[in-house]
T-cell receptor, first 116, second 113 residues
Framework: GAGVSQSPSNKVTEKGKDVELRCDPISGHTALYWYRQSLGQGLEFLIYFQGNSAPDKSGLPSDRFSAERTGGSVSTLTIQRTQQEDSAVYLC??????????????FGPGTRLTVL | AQSVAQPEDQVNVAEGNPLTVKCTYS??????LFWYVQYPNRGLQFLLK??????LVKGSYGFEAEFNKSQTSFHLKKPSALVSDSALYFC???????????FGKGTRLSVIA
């Protein structure tokens, strides 16, 4: 079946512009996660959605970052007034659930964001 | 707070030799441990996980990992390395409940022919 897809695969923007990154999770997966991977760094958790519960936003680095998940499926990560330090690969993952046995996360290919 | 340490940024091993990629963790309560692999310009792929039960967990591509509670470790192993195993490997941990995964910084494995 189809895996997690993300678009665009690459995004180059100018400092100060807003960007939107999209994630399509695996069909039927109730949990969706966003991570950031900077050069030479591990994965930094940003936000996750589980079903209809309020999202866990504890990893968002600033109020310029926000995310939505519409209809329990597609998610959009928005970065306002981009800065050069926002340059990274943004990874999305989904899992069937968050309980034992259902919490394995499956990752998309990522969006490489470059802020000039 | 949860944390994961991968003490080696880089591991080099000759093809055919056994490989070990180290991971130690810190978590309150029972740990749920994962290994992921990232090939160049690709997303992360799930290798294996430990929830409970046998300390030796077998996963994809011939990899296995051993959970050691007393040493708080979850090292990734493979008996005979392949050149195609060269990639970036991430260890991750979460505790019970709706807690997000915490990833290590990754270890780059290079298998030399």
């Amino acid at each position: 079946g189809a895996g997690v897809s993300q678009s665009p695969s690459n995004k180059v923007t100018e400092k100060g512009k807003d960007v939107e990154l999209r994630c399509d999770p695996i069909s039927g997966h109730t949990a969706l996660y966003w991570y950031r991977q900077s050069l030479g760094q591990g994965l930094e958790f940003l936000i996750y959605f589980q079903g209809n519960s309020a999202p866990d936003k504890s990893g968002l680095p600033s109020d310029r970052f926000s995310a939505e998940r519409t209809g329990g499926s597609v998610s959009t990560l928005t970065i306002q007034r981009t800065q050069q330090e926002d340059s990274a690969v943004y990874l999305c993952a989904s899992s069937l659930g968050t309980g034992l046995g259902t919490d394995t996360q499956y990752f998309g290919p990522g969006t490489r964001l470059t802020v000039l | 707070a949860q944390s994961v340490a991968q003490p080696e940024d880089q591991v080099n091993v000759a093809e055919g030799n056994p490989l070990t990629v180290k991971c130690t963790y810190s978590v309150s309560g029972n740990p749920y441990l994962f290994w992921y692999v990232q090939y160049p310009n690709r997303g992360l792929q799930f290798l294996l996980k430990y929830i409970t039960g046998d300390n030796l967990v077998k996963g994809s591509y011939g990899f296995e990992a051993e959970f050691n509670k007393s040493q708080t470790s979850f090292h990734l192993k493979k008996p005979s390395a392949l050149v195609s195993d060269s990639a970036l490997y991430f260890c991750a941990v979460r505790s019970s409940g709706n807690t997000p995964l915490v990833f290590g910084k990754g270890t780059r494995l290079s298998v030399i022919a």
